[in-house]
């Protein structure tokens, strides 16, 4: 077994802590990373919460943002070897059976694909725990390459922040000509703005959060609109082709942001709140409007993605921190004051 040094909340909602615990040995297929660094998504904050009452198990080693270097390889590994630069995202195995495996679309395996943390293994053995610690084993076949222009810190994020907004942008075919918004800039929504960017869209920021409109201008965005002011929805009426929903929590007036869509617009949530968001039908019948759902991206599309921010220069805004400030993190992050991804330093651990 692997002696591991992590982070974990060991009931929820409360602090996370030092914890010590063992990996498996690597079998055949695995790669053992010597993890860098672990980026703080938001679903590490609602997990470690029980937020979405999924009954998550505990003692739970959250972080799903994974970037490190290759320790060894199993004896069967051809992907990888020692030294390699490699991710981990939100995902380490899948049935691998069924129609949407087959079709590389893990992230909406049928049976449900085995999450970096609090999942049970595939073949029973216990349950995943994640990127707050030293080291993972990980199959092969969910390991991504950073490119070599990509620092380990800065890509960290992509596996999760950058995949989840990158695979909707890209779904919806997002490019010149089409007119995108962002609801929501934090981790997620500052990397949705870079990547419909760097893809050719016209994009605009909403957020709740005057202050920062600076920031959105600065990370490429074309406009900023503030939506604790209600004109902004009138004004605005019937002008993005997709919307693409960052925000933590379901209190929204979501019949405001369909009225932002074009005819045959679509606003896709990626944010997962704690509780429902609610809508009448009439902003989506009106205008014959869609109202959609995407979930991180397949393995394919992760090492895309992570080829694309490689050619184009594209990382996230980054706050470097250490083990012992993620608590503080956390409480930041709900203040909704993250610029705009925090990412701890796992070698400091
Ligand atoms: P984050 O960094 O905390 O960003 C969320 C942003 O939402 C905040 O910065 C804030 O932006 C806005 N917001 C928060 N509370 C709000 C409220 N009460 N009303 C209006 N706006 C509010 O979180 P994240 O890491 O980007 O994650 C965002 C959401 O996506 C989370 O729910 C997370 O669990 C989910 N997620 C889903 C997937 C998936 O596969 N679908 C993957 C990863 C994460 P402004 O200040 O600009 O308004
Ligand atoms: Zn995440
Ligand atoms: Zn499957």
Known sequence: MIQTKGIAALKAKEALVPYSFERRDPKEHDVVIDIKYSGICHSDIHMTRDEWGFGSPFPMVPGHEIAGVVRTVGSKVTKYKVGDRVGVGCMVDSCRECAHCKEEMEQYCIPGNTLTYGSLERDGSGITQGGYSDVIVVNEDF?????????????????????????????????????????????????????????????????????????????????????????????????????????????????????????????????????????????????????????????????????????????????????????????????????????IDMGKI
Not at 213 to 222: F, P, Q
Not at 251 to 266: R, S, V
Request: with cysteine; charged share 20%; hydrophobic share 45%.
């Open 143 to 343: 390991v991504l390459r950073i490119p070599d222009n990509l620092s380990l810190e800065t890509a960290a994020p992509l596996l999760c922040a950058g995949i989840t907004t990158y695979s909707p942008l890209n779904h919806w075919k997002t490019g010149p000509g089409k007119k995108v918004a962002v609801m929501g800039l934090g981790g997620l929504g500052h990397m949705a703005v870079k990547l419909a960017k760097a893809m050719g869209a016209e994009v605009t920021v909403l957020s709740q959060t005057a202050n920062k409109k600076e920031d959105a201008i600065k990370l490429g965005a074309d406009r900023f609109l503030h939506t604790k002011l209600k004109e902004v929805f009138k004004e605005n009426a019937l002008s993005f082709d997709l919307i693409i929903n960052t925000v933590s929590s379901a209190d929204l007036n979501m019949a405001d942001y369909f009225g932002l869509l074009k005819l045959d617009g679509t606003l896709v949530s990626v944010g997962a709140p704690d509780k429902p968001l609610s809508l009448h039908p009439f902003p989506l019948l009106m205008m014959r409007r869609n109202f959609a759902g995407s979930a991180i991206g397949s393995i394919k599309e992760t090492q895309e993605m992570l080829d694309f921010c490689g050619k184009h220069n594209i990382t996230p805004e980054i706050e470097l921190i250490e083990p012992s400030q993620v608590n503080e993190a956390y409480a930041r992050v709900l203040k909704s004051d993250v610029r705009y991804r925090f990412v």
